[in-house]
């Protein structure tokens, strides 16, 4: 790897450097889809240099949850993370509305 950083313990032994793997938390914001959810839409979060190589993006609930509610759905674009409100794969889906946290996380 042409970057990162080395960390020395107390005894003065290499703990990390370059070559090991980490990961961090690039983007965290809260993410709402307003009642009534009667239209399938998407909403787009600027993450430069992330993508579905180097990163994922989840969703976590924050919102109180009934029976029925359903999760967000997340995808890692180029330097974008998208967050839908219904189910991508599942045509006959129907649009969800709420509140979730969207975490980027980066992998270095």
Not at 6 to 34: H, I, K, M, Y
Not at 62 to 76: L, R
Not at 83 to 91: G, I, L, P
Request: glycine share 6%; net charge negative; with cysteine.
């Amino acid at each position: 790897m042409a970057h990162g950083m080395r960390v020395w313990g107390a005894d003065g032994a290499l703990q990390l450097d370059e070559n090991s793997f980490t990961c961090r938390v690039v983007l965290s914001v809260v993410v709402t889809f307003p009642v009534p959810a009667s239209v399938k839409y998407y909403q787009d979060f600027a993450v430069p240099g992330c993508n579905a190589g180097n990163s994922v993006a989840v969703v976590v609930p924050v919102d109180t949850y009934s029976s029925t509610a359903e999760q967000f759905e997340t995808e890692m674009l180029t330097d974008v993370a998208r967050v839908y409100n219904y189910t991508r794969t599942f045509a006959a889906g129907f649009p969800t509305s709420g509140t979730m946290r969207l975490n980027v996380i980066r992998f270095m």
